[in-house]
C-alpha cells in the first residue's frame, strides 16, 4: 500500500538556505544584514514576526525581522553579538549562507492601525522590530492619521538607524523624538527615560493606536502613560521578548501562563495580557 507524501510547509521545521547579501555595522555591537532565501521564493513576512536563525555546526536563535515586507523578494534582520549563535552571525561576510525557519508568530494587525493616529514607542533594540511596522505605515502613509515616534536608547552609541532616524525627522508627516536615558557630551538633545518625551507630544486618545516594543522594565512605565494619555487597552500593541526556541509551540521555552508566545505572540493587546502575571 503506498503511503500518501506528507506536505512539509517551506521553513518550517527544516531552514531553508539563505544567502548573505550585504553586511552593515549599526554599532560596536550591532549588525544589520540584508538575505535572501536560495529558494528564489518571497519570505513572506508581516510586520512583527520573527524567524528562527541557523548558523550551521553552531546552533540556532531567533531573531526579529526588520524589514517591511517588499516585492524584491529581500529581507533584513538586526542583531546583537550577545552569545554563541549571534557572535557567530556577526562574523558572517558577504555571500555567507546560513539557515532560516518561519517566518513565525503573529504579526501587527494592520488594519487596527489604519485610519488611526499611530504612536510608536520603541526602547533600545526595540526599534529592531517595531522598524518593520514604522516602514510599512510610511509606505502608505495616506492610510494612517498622525505618525509620532519617540525612541531612546542608554547613550548615544547605542541609537540605531541613524540615516533613517534623520530621514524620519526631516519628514513634514512624521513627529519624531529621540532621547538618551543620561547626560552625555556627545548629546545635545532630550536627556530622560523614553517615557519624559509624553509631555511634549499631543495624544488624540479616541483615535491613536500605539506599539510598544523594548526591554520589559519599560513596559509598564509606559503602558501607564498611554493609559494616563486616555489610551484605551486594546488599542495598546506590545512586542514581547522571551526565547522562542522551537518557533511552532513544541518546546514550551517562550510560555506565559500557558500561551505561547511564538505562536499567540508575539505581538499582543494589551488587554489580553494585562491580567498574566508572567506577562511583564
Not at 167 to 181: G, K, S
Request: a negative charge; charged letters at 25%; aromatic letters at 8%.
Amino acid at each position: 500500500m503506498a503511503v500518501a507524501p506528507v506536505e512539509v510547509t517551506p521553513g518550517l521545521y527544516t531552514p531553508e538556505l539563505a544567502t548573505v547579501l550585504k553586511v552593515t555595522p549599526q554599532t560596536e555591537t550591532e549588525t544589520h544584514f540584508l538575505l535572501r532565501l536560495n529558494q528564489g521564493r518571497s519570505l513572506g513576512h508581516q510586520p512583527g514576526q520573527f524567524v528562527e536563525v541557523s548558523v550551521f555546526g553552531t546552533g540556532e536563535a531567533p531573531i526579529s525581522i526588520t524589514s517591511e515586507p517588499r516585492p524584491d523578494d529581500t529581507f533584513e534582520l538586526c542583531l546583537r553579538r550577545a552569545g554563541k549563535v549571534t557572535g557567530a552571525l556577526h562574523r558572517l561576510r558577504e555571500g555567507d549562507v546560513i539557515g532560516i525557519r518561519g517566518p513565525f508568530g503573529r504579526p501587527f494587525d494592520l488594519e487596527q492601525f489604519r485610519g488611526n493616529d499611530v504612536l510608536f514607542v520603541a526602547g533600545g533594540l526595540g526599534l529592531i522590530p517595531l522598524r518593520s511596522l514604522i516602514r510599512t505605515v510610511l509606505a502608505d502613509r495616506s492610510s494612517y492619521g498622525g505618525v509620532t515616534i519617540l525612541y531612546g536608547t542608554k547613550q548615544p552609541s547605542e541609537l540605531l538607524y541613524r540615516d533613517e532616524l534623520a530621514e524620519w525627522e526631516a519628514r513634514d508627516d512624521v513627529d519624531l523624538r529621540v532621547t538618551i536615558d543620561r547626560r552625555h557630551p556627545d548629546w545635545d538633545g532630550h536627556v530622560g527615560v523614553v517615557t519624559t518625551l509624553f509631555p511634549e507630544i499631543e495624544i488624540a486618545a479616541e483615535r491613536t493606536v500605539a506599539a510598544i516594543v523594548g526591554p520589559p522594565v519599560m513596559f509598564r512605565f509606559t503602558i501607564l502613560e498611554c493609559t494616563k494619555a486616555g489610551i484605551p487597552d486594546h488599542n495598546i500593541v506590545l512586542s514581547l521578548e522571551r526565547h522562542m526556541k522551537c518557533g511552532v509551540g513544541k518546546c514550551g521555552h517562550c510560555q506565559i501562563n500557558g500561551r505561547y508566545v511564538c505562536l499567540d505572540g508575539p505581538t499582543f493587546r494589551f488587554s489580553e495580557i494585562k491580567r498574566l502575571s508572567e506577562a511583564m
